[in-house]
């Protein structure tokens, strides 16, 4: 099982719509969680950080779900400038931080 | 945006020569990284600086060496490259506290090896 796993997708959706993304994690002991975006050919971008109280930026929500060992990202009234691969990251303790990237999910949004 | 740099941006080397890359953070934190990534994988993590301090090797084959003056710089040295080793390598910096670990890319350097 990976680590940190991802539905790649791609998921095309219309603009104004509603789209959510999981992601699943196998260690227990994980304890800090983010949402990246990354364009093509780009540098991938910190989008929000993830609380277990589950945390809200504009139209972006992410959720926590430690017993389940998953996170979440909605993203509300999509835009065209949405279009991108959507990394999950979790950070393993291991002295000092491992840090683990999913492989992304693909979002496409079209007018 | 220019919290973290990275030079050259792109790279041609061929299999028996010797380069650096380097990058550079302006965001004052304690941490650095080197990522790889390849068309169609996650990123991997090679190398993690914590003040200065090596703290990660992934397993990194030893044509890659990693070079760490200060907590602003890093430097990742090339040499006898194969051309599997052709990928974006991104950089990273954070400030590390307990708990969180947010990490800030720079722009990256796509390497093509010949």
């Known amino acids: 099982r990976k680590e940190v796993e991802q539905d790649p997708g791609p998921f095309n959706v219309p603009e104004g719509a509603t789209v959510a993304f999981n992601c699943t994690y196998s260690n227990s002991a994980s304890q800090s969680f983010f949402w990246y975006r990354q364009d093509c050919r780009k540098e991938p971008k910190l989008l929000m950080s993830v609380y277990s109280s589950g945390n809200e930026d504009g139209r972006f929500t992410a959720q926590l779900n430690r017993a389940s060992q998953y996170i979440s990202l909605l993203i509300r009234d999509s835009k065209l400038s949405d279009s991108a691969t959507y990394l999950c990251v979790v950070n393993n303790p291991t002295g000092g931080f491992k840090t683990i990237f999913g492989a992304g999910t693909r979002l496409f949004v079209k007018a | 945006e220019t919290g973290v740099t990275q030079t050259p941006r792109h790279l041609v080397m061929g299999m028996t020569n010797k380069k650096s890359l380097k990058c550079e953070q302006h965001l004052g934190h304690n941490a650095m990284y080197w990522y790889k990534q390849s068309a169609k994988k996650p990123l991997e993590l090679m190398f993690v600086?914590?003040?200065?301090?090596?703290?990660e090797n992934n397993s990194v084959p030893s044509r890659f060496s990693p070079e760490c003056p200060n907590s602003s710089h890093l430097f990742l040295h090339l040499h006898t490259l194969q051309p599997e080793d052709s990928a974006l390598y991104l950089c990273a910096s954070s400030q590390l506290t307990s708990g969180r670990n947010e990490q800030y890319f720079g722009p990256g350097t796509r390497l093509t090896v010949t």
């Open positions: 600086y914590n003040f200065k301090e090596q703290t």
